[in-house]
Nanobody, 124 residues
Framework: EVQLVESGGGLVQAGGSLRLSCAASGFTFDDYAIAWFRQAPGKEREGVSCISSSDGNPYYADSVKGRFTISRDNAKNTVYLQMNSLKPEDTAVYYC?????????????????WGQGTQVTVSS
């Protein structure tokens, strides 16, 4: 069974930090690019960050650049999103997604697998 399971969300004050994890199982993780998305109430889903299967050239949305860091540990089938200097506007449900991309692509147009999401709430 294919699974992407997010964890690490929670309530934090503005300026604080959280580290989200996305644990994968049921597919060849090393061949998949992974992305983080978020969706706030009443807003469209937003791409936050992407990382290629080989951990090269990560992408960050302008809204999080310099504050968030994506990384992956292929030995643990896990991708992380370190979120620092959090702002109230970062409040959203965060989802990870995986797409087959063994050619080094970083962000994809479509993703094969999605997690169930983890809530991040940043208080002012």
């Amino acid at each position: 069974e294919v699974q992407l399971v997010e964890s690490g969300g929670g309530l934090v004050q503005a300026g604080g930090s959280l580290r989200l994890s996305c644990a994968a199982s049921g597919f060849t993780f090393d061949d998949y690019a992974i992305a983080w998305f978020r969706q706030a109430p009443g807003k469209e889903r937003e791409g936050v960050s992407c990382i290629s299967s080989s951990d090269g050239n990560p992408y960050y949305a302008d809204s999080v650049k310099g504050r968030f860091t994506i990384s992956r540990d292929n030995a643990k089938n896990t991708v992380y999103l370190q979120m620092n200097s959090l702002k109230p506007e970062d409040t959203a449900v965060y989802y990870c997604a995986g797409g087959l991309a063994s050619n080094g692509r970083v962000c994809l147009d479509e993703y094969d697998y999605w997690g169930q999401g983890t809530q991040v709430t940043v208080s002012s």
